[in-house]
Nanobody, 119 residues
Framework: QVQLVESGGGSVQAGDSLRLSCTASGVSLDYYTLGWVRQSPGKEREVVAA????????YTADSVKGRFTISRDIGRPKVYLQMNSLKPEDTAVYYC????????????WGQGTQVTVSS
């Protein structure tokens, strides 16, 4: 199983930037997809970005495209979510999640980190 630990959340003003980090351990990530999933009260859980570890192929949700960027550091290994031009609607708990590539659902989850954006 993959163990995931997030860091980097916080409270910022609209227009600011934050970078979330997720440290992964436990297994080789070569056949995994890692994603950032956010959850806020009253809203559906949303996969905002994902990366297929072996090929560095990425996905970014339309709601954050052009503002958020997912990347990875193979050597550590870590996955990052750079969030720019933050909006109040980006306020949520952000989870780092992992799944075997090709699976529909994420099966491993970090503890989550709160991101709060004030207007």
């Amino acid at each position: 199983q993959v163990q995931l630990v997030e860091s980097g959340g916080g409270s910022v003003q609209a227009g600011d930037s934050l970078r979330l980090s997720c440290t992964a351990s436990g297994v080789s990530l070569d056949y995994y997809t890692l994603g950032w999933v956010r959850q806020s009260p009253g809203k559906e859980r949303e996969v905002v970005a994902a990366i297929y570890w072996a090929a560095s192929k990425t996905y970014t949700a339309d709601s954050v495209k052009g503002r958020f960027t997912i990347s990875r550091d193979i050597g550590r290994p870590k996955v990052y979510l750079q969030m720019n031009s933050l909006k109040p609607e980006d306020t949520a708990v952000y989870y780092c999640a992992a799944k075997p590539s090709g699976e529909a659902e994420y099966t491993q989850w970090g503890q989550g980190t709160q991101v709060t954006v004030s207007s």
